[in-house]
């Protein structure tokens, strides 16, 4: 028994230091293979030290003051006589156009056309009269005083005639009272029927009047117009005979003067030198006035022609227009004679119907003397309506035609206006270029031969003489600090660069990121050229600072800035690290380091590169190197 218990004590004590032999060496190789699987990293001393902080960045070089060389037509481009990067004095041609009518020529001729035609149409009219035509072709028109003058006249007239009738219908209705306190009346039944067929007749004549007057304006207005063309076609003649009488007149002054000289020489006489050289070209002088009678001939033959023509076909219509114009008024006199006459008759039946109405009542003296007096005021009354009536439609008559007076002017002045246009147009479609309007460097040509100019869109970009460049790039608000408006800038790579000198002209927020980044201007001087990139640092101020890192150290998530540094832990068979995360706020920064705050004693271990992504609080193993 004792034999077995001592054996078997044995046996368990064996079987417990294999057991833990076993579960050491699991335990190391499984820590090893681990380590091999964690990420390596590479660290470093955070060290304190001295920063020299500059700001780099780079920018595209563009002009200071750019200028845009515009066109204001549509022309297709025949040669460009520069190129980009040349400089030009002011006035040197950028290019060449084709001999061609430009589109605003052509728009500019259909317009001009079209106003003629709205002008032709304008005069020919009804109602439009050849006074008011010569009134605006002599440019005669009427002052704006006279118009007002005109217009108060019958203003005035109208008004007085208001006063008139309003007095006149005041009285009427007094009488009228004063007639009914007189009592009854008699039967005037026939007498009042007799009243109201002359009213009714006489509304009939005056609409009848009316009629007539509007008919005897229009026929006034068409043979006005056709006496207009009739005069148009005379002046042209004489126009012409005036031309070809003067030419005739010169002509034979010029061989009357030639004759005069040959005759001198056929009878032996000397000419003086100036004889001699007015008899050598008056052959040619005498043969121009001869061609230009045969021209000025031509012309007046064409204008009878025309006129003659323009009496064959005017003829029939000035015939009938003069019939109309006859016949429009015998109608209208007929109709003012109906008028007047159906007045009086009214007045008459007014007048019976007063005194029939004052017979046998009482007070009938002072009824007819009222009744009379009615009769008269009534009678009055109609012709001071009929006078304002008549008043007020000669005042839009005159209204009318002041306003086709301008409506002519106006057209008339467009014309003119147009053909200068027009003029200026066609002077600019042979020989045309484009020359710069400056003196300056050509730095963007927006066409080519072959191309066409737009209106408004520029054909060519400058660089005014003596302006200078610019170029800008973003920096965050940290290093905006750190710079002052005037700090001069390095140029990288200056061996590239003829006497370039970059300089900081302005700090301001950047648009595009605004409360966290600010926009640096420079101004450029020096050889340099619109479109060049320029790579430059700015900024040489040295301090020193306790925290200072590698820039690969320096991370950056949603959270800000940070860095990981190495903490060791412990553990059962050898000691771990740990990456731990540290925000931080970088100070100042050069090629190779940075300058930061933070939460840190100043011995720690940074991470700067790793051979696997790195998270915070997870295990990293050492870099043996």
């Not at 009878?304 to 006199?333: F, V």
């Not at 931080?584 to 790793?610: C, N």
């Amino acid at each position: 028994m004792n034999e077995n218990g001592k054996k078997k004590r044995e046996w368990v004590k064996t079987a417990a230091i294999v057991f833990l032999s076993v579960m050491l060496v699991l335990t190391f190789f499984s820590n090893t293979i681990m380590n091999y699987s964690l990420p390596e990293v590479a660290t470093q001393y955070v060290e304190s030290g001295t920063i020299t902080a500059k700001i780099r960045g780079s920018g595209v070089v563009e002009s200071g003051a750019p200028y845009n060389v515009e066109v204001k037509e549509s022309r297709k481009v025949s040669q460009v006589a520069v190129r980009v990067g040349d400089e030009v004095e002011k006035d040197t041609v950028l290019m060449y156009l084709e001999d061609a009518e430009s589109t605003e020529l052509q728009e500019a001729k259909t317009q001009l056309e079209s106003l003629k035609a709205e002008y032709e149409k304008a005069i020919v009219t009804a109602d439009t009269s050849a006074s008011i035509i010569n009134k605006v072709q002599t440019g005669n028109i009427t002052s704006t005083e006279s118009k007002v003058a005109q217009i108060d006249a019958y203003n005035n007239r109208i008004d007085a005639l208001q006063s008139n009738i309003d007095a006149y219908n005041k009285r009427i209705a007094e009488i009228d009272t004063e007639l009914g306190k007189l009592g009854e009346e008699p039967d005037t039944l026939a007498e009042q029927q007799e009243v109201n067929y002359c009213q009714g007749e006489l509304s009939k004549v005056k609409a009848w009047a009316e009629d007539a007057k509007a008919k005897l304006d229009a026929a006034q207005g068409v043979l006005e117009s056709v006496n207009s063309a009739l005069k148009g076609a005379e002046d042209r003649v004489a126009a012409c005979q005036k031309v070809y009488d003067d030419a005739n007149t010169k002509h034979i002054a010029l061989v009357t003067r030639q004759n005069t000289l040959n005759k001198k020489v056929e009878d032996g006489g000397t000419l003086t030198p100036e004889e001699e050289s007015e008899l050598a070209v008056l052959g040619g002088s005498v043969a121009a006035a001869g061609q230009e009678v045969n021209d000025a001939k031509a012309a007046l033959d064409s204008a009878n022609a025309e006129l003659e023509n323009t009496k064959a076909t005017i003829a029939t219509e000035r015939e009938k227009a003069t019939n109309d114009l006859t016949a429009a008024q015998t109608e209208h006199q007929n109709a003012l004679t109906a008028t007047t006459t159906w007045e009086i008759k009214l007045a008459d039946a007014q007048r019976n119907l007063a005194n029939k109405q004052a017979a046998g009542s009482a007070g009938s003296g002072q009824r007819e003397t009222l009744k009379n007096e009615k009769a008269d005021l009534t009678l009055a009354l109609n012709k001071a309506t009929t006078d304002k009536t008549d008043a007020e439609k000669e005042l839009t008559d005159l209204l009318a035609g002041f306003a086709k007076e301008v409506d002519l002017s106006t057209l008339l002045t467009k014309i003119k206006d147009q053909e200068k246009v027009v003029e200026d147009l066609t002077a600019k479609s042979i020989g045309a270029t484009i020359t710069a309007p400056i003196a300056g460097t050509v730095t963007k040509l927006n066409v080519v031969a072959g191309e066409t100019t737009a209106p408004g869109t520029p054909v060519a970009v400058m660089q005014p003489a003596g302006k200078g460049y610019t170029m800008s790039f973003s920096v965050t608000n940290e290093q905006a600090k750190r710079l002052s408006v005037g700090d001069v800038a390095d140029l990288a790579n200056a061996w590239r660069y003829d006497d370039v000198t970059v300089k900081l002209a302005n700090i301001r927020p950047d648009t595009n990121e605004p409360g966290r980044k600010k926009l640096l201007t420079f101004d450029v001087s020096g050889n340099v050229t619109v479109g060049d990139t320029l790579n430059i640092s700015v900024g040489q101020k040295s301090a020193n600072y306790d925290l200072i890192v590698p820039n690969s150290a320096i991370r950056e998530d949603n959270n800000g800035k940070f860095i990981l540094i190495v903490e060791s832990r412990p553990g059962p068979l050898n000691t771990r690290y740990i990456a731990s995360r540290v925000d931080v706020e970088v100070l100042a920064s050069d090629d190779t380091k940075s300058a930061i705050s933070a939460a840190l004693y100043g011995y720690e271990f940074v991470i700067t590169t790793s051979t696997k992504p790195v998270e915070a609080g997870k295990q990293v193993r050492l870099s043996e190197g």
